[in-house]
């Protein structure tokens, strides 16, 4: 080190000499900073303005400070590959400053020798605004270094169009390097175009401060992308996150004080799950342009007196789209950052092709060549549309009520399979519970209100006045693993129909193996034909809200003790017709089961297997189910077996798998 020291400033002083005698102006002042251009091993203090040269190659050998009063100047082009180790950083002390002049066509670089996570330290700026860490000369948790103050417009100096790469070094379990660590920075200094790659800490985390950052990216850091503790007050405007790797924290965390910083147009993109915005302690923020896509869970206060179940006033420090946080939200929206405004970032990554999640705008044609993958919420939105082809096979990821696809009010699904080449949407073990499944929401009527009714998934809004509306086709589609479990109250089906209309097509539906219903009708107008279900651990086919549809060609099959019913009807009677409807079980259970004052009538009911044909819970009227043409008058009555079986040797589609 002391070698290298010694020669960082030598190089300095030399350039600052030939600076007096040929560069000064009339008075004998120095016109411009010394220039590094033989040597190229970086380390020790600079103690005099400095500007480095692009054509150099530069080595950081160890610790690079720069000192107050002093401003180190890094050309556009310049690249900087740093050795490994915990004492490889460059760091702006308090009252010093730093000048990166890349450009989109030639931007800085700092980078180690083998770009891997933690290699080295990154760039630490230590300025003199405010911190709740204290009043002043605060000893940050890295390299001693002291920072903090009482001028929130305090200038560290200037960055644009900067690149970290491998930094996040681990000094213990409680301390490490980031890749861009901002100490009680100011307002005055200009932070814009970073991208963060592969740090084995956080990309970017404010210690207090007023500085704010606009444009930046920030992939595949494995602790949090954007963290801040300690006050700071400023923003991030402009931000693209992308997890593309397991085990990272979180898009971003926020501790301590809540001084409100503001993050405009924040888009995040994961494609393993994981958790999206933390705050702890009293922390907050006012976030608008959200779009969060992939992640389980996407709110989430840990310090909450029940982190289950904030209250409304824990959730009011945190400001999305200005309301107040809801965990129970996505936030998957359409992204209001694009990924290419970072084009001038070579090495970023890309959302893998074969990944379906986030939003569908516009018109989208799956390709049946292709292995898709299901790693998130996938949602068409009103005016946009998914064409699914025959053959086409979604691997959804068992990431629970994270993992669905959603067609919203004016959207359009057209799944196009074939009796000899279906669609196939399952998770990779199939297991109940796996994913969400589908869900569509329609334009129809619905008992639960006029329009736009909220459902109990998704937060999505369904229904109106508009009974014929169309909101796609589905033919031959064959569903393992759904039903996600949101809480005892709300699950995910194999299909939820929310206020359908009778414009849309279904037929031919196999569903397998769900932990809650089959297929589940809200209001709406819907019909459905050919439709196999087996081993629903709850309702085979469900519906409430007034759904006056009809299902025809129904084959449910128990074969494992603890399902719910073969049908389950709640709420006001709108009388659908079931058309050659066959349960068989197996393990005993219950067949029918009516709520409150729902009904239905049947053509050709055959029931074989169960405890209990019919229930009505509620003491509804038996004669609210009418069986070929007759009201059932006690539900004691052989009546249910009367039927033909449905003949489905046929059905050679619902055997699809991937």
Not at 223 to 232: C, I, K, L, Q, S
Not at 378 to 402: E, M, N, Q
Not at 613 to 633: A, E, K
Request: aromatic fraction near 8%; glycine fraction near 12%.
């Amino acid at each position: 080190m002391r070698k290298s020291f010694l020669k960082i400033n030598a190089i300095a002083a030399l350039f600052a000499a030939f600076a007096v005698v040929g560069c000064s102006d009339d008075e004998g002042t120095i016109t411009e900073p010394p220039v590094i251009e033989a040597e190229n091993e970086l380390e020790g203090e600079v103690t005099e303005d400095l500007t480095l040269d692009a054509t150099v190659p530069y080595d950081l050998t160890g610790i690079l400070s720069v000192e107050a009063g002093v401003t180190l100047t890094i050309p556009a082009g310049t690249t900087i590959t740093s050795e490994r180790g915990t004492d490889k950083y460059i760091v702006v002390q308090k009252g010093g400053m730093i000048d990166i002049q890349g450009t989109a066509s030639n931007p800085v670089v700092l980078t180690s020798q083998n770009g891997t996570p933690g290699d080295w330290g990154g760039l630490v700026i230590c300025g003199n605004a405010q911190t709740t860490a204290g009043a002043s000369d605060v000893v940050a948790e890295v390299g001693g270094l002291l920072y903090g103050g009482d001028d929130p417009a305090d200038n560290s100096g200037s960055i644009e169009y900067l690149i970290i790469e491998g930094a996040g070094a681990q000094i213990n379990s409680e301390s490490q390097y980031n890749g861009l660590s901002l100490y009680a920075v100011g307002s005055g200094t200009s932070i814009s175009n970073v991208a963060i790659l592969n740090g084995a800490d956080d990309g970017v985390e404010f210690f207090g401060g007023s500085v704010t950052i606009t444009n930046l990216y920030l992939e595949n850091n494995e602790d949090d992308a954007v963290d801040w503790t300690e006050g700071w007050d400023g923003g991030v405007t402009n931000t693209y996150v992308l997890h593309t790797i397991e085990g990272f924290s979180t898009a971003i965390e926020a501790d301590g004080d809540n001084a409100n910083p503001t993050i405009t147009d924040f888009t995040a993109v994961s494609e393993t799950g994981g958790l999206a915005l933390q705050f702890k302690k009293q922390s907050g923020a006012t976030i608008t342009g959200l779009s969060l896509t992939g992640y389980d869970t996407s709110v989430d206060l840990p310090n909450a007196a029940d982190p289950q179940n904030p209250t409304e006033a824990e959730l009011s420090v945190i400001k999305i789209e200005g309301e107040n946080a809801d965990p129970g939200k996505t936030y998957t929206t359409t992204p209001t950052v694009d990924v290419n405004d970072f084009d001038w970032v070579a090495n970023r990554g890309e959302v893998e092709a074969n990944l379906l999640q986030g939003t569908v705008t516009g018109d989208v044609v799956l390709d049946a060549s292709v292995s898709y993958e299901l790693n998130s919420s996938y949602i068409i939105a009103d005016g946009g549309s998914l064409t699914i082809p025959a053959g086409t096979k979604i691997t959804a990821r068992d990431g629970g009520t994270a993992v669905y696809i959603a067609v919203l009010k004016g959207g359009t699904i057209d799944i196009q399979g074939s009796e000899t080449n279906p669609v196939i949407m399952a998770s990779a073990n199939g297991n109940p519970g796996d994913w969400g499944g589908l869900v569509i929401c329609g334009n129809a009527t619905t008992t639960a209100g006029a329009a736009d009714v909220q459902a109990e998934i998704g937060g999505f809004l369904y229904g109106g006045n508009d009974d014929a509306d169309n909101s796609g086709s589905i033919r031959n589609l064959v569903l393992y693993g759904t039903g996600a479990q949101i809480n005892s109250e709300s699950q995910y089906n194999g299909i939820s129909f929310y206020a359908v209309g009778s414009g849309t097509t279904v037929e031919n539906i196999a569903i397998y193996n769900g932990s809650d219903d089959g297929v589940e009708f809200f209001g709406g107008t819907v019909s459905a034909k050919n439709i196999y279900l087996e081993n629903l651990e709850d309702d085979a086919v469900d519906w409430t809200e007034g759904w006056s549809g009809t299902v025809e060609n129904t084959y449910v099959s128990h074969t494992l003790a603890g399902f719910s019913t073969a049908v389950e009807a709640d709420g006001d009677n709108a009388n659908p017709q079931l058309v050659n409807f066959t349960a068989v079980s197996s393990v005993g259970g219950l067949a029918l089961q009516f709520k409150k004052q729902s009904g239905a009538t049947f053509s050709n009911l055959y029931v074989e297997g169960y405890d209990t044909n019919l229930d009505m819970p509620n003491d509804g009227p038996t004669t609210n189910v009418i069986i070929d043409g007759n009201p059932v008058q006690n539900a004691t009555d052989d009546v249910f077996a009367n039927g033909t079986p449905l003949d489905i040797s046929g059905w050679s589609w619902k055997d699809a798998t991937l």
